[in-house]
């Protein structure tokens, strides 16, 4: 497969998309991590008793909110790639949008976005509440470090 793009559009054909998947990554981490915290703090400071709870639904809401709010970037940069790989192409991320919303509307941009926070959300969570407590072991970060 990586042969015939190659052979198709040459060596800069393996990074169609990329542009769209740095526009999707850079975001979602952002949100996820500011969300976390932002969680997180708000819990703590509610009364909620530190702990894994406290953790686990920051991780969780941060998840879904990182990839709700960038599901429409994963759009775009999956439609890119697939395009490359069967011949067409778009002519950049926001043609690829353009023409997405014009073919499908705007529902096009949240299409499987269930699928998506099913997988998304669990592996967000986990990776922050395993850096939270990795850093409170260090002693890097406040919470978890007693």
């Given at each position: ?8 559009q040459?060596v ?18 952002s ?107 260090l ?8």
């Amino acid at each position: 497969m990586a042969r015939e793009l190659v052979a198709q559009q040459g060596v800069r054909g393996l990074f169609t998309g990329l542009p769209a998947a740095i526009l999707a990554s850079v975001p979602k981490l952002s949100l996820s991590f500011a969300t976390n915290e932002t969680v997180t703090g708000t819990l703590l400071d509610r009364g909620f008793k530190e702990g894994p709870l406290v953790h686990i639904t920051a991780g969780v809401c941060a998840g879904m909110v990182a990839s709700t709010v960038t599901f429409p970037a994963d759009v775009v940069m999956r439609s890119m790639q697939v395009a490359s790989m069967s011949g067409n192409t778009y002519k950049g991320v926001l043609d690829c949008f353009r023409q997405l919303f014009a073919v499908n509307g705007a529902g096009v941009f949240f299409q499987g976005l269930t699928p998506e926070l099913m997988k998304s959300v669990p592996v967000q969570a986990t990776a922050l509440v395993m850096n939270t407590w990795v850093l409170g072991q260090l002693g890097i970060k406040k919470h978890w470090d007693k």
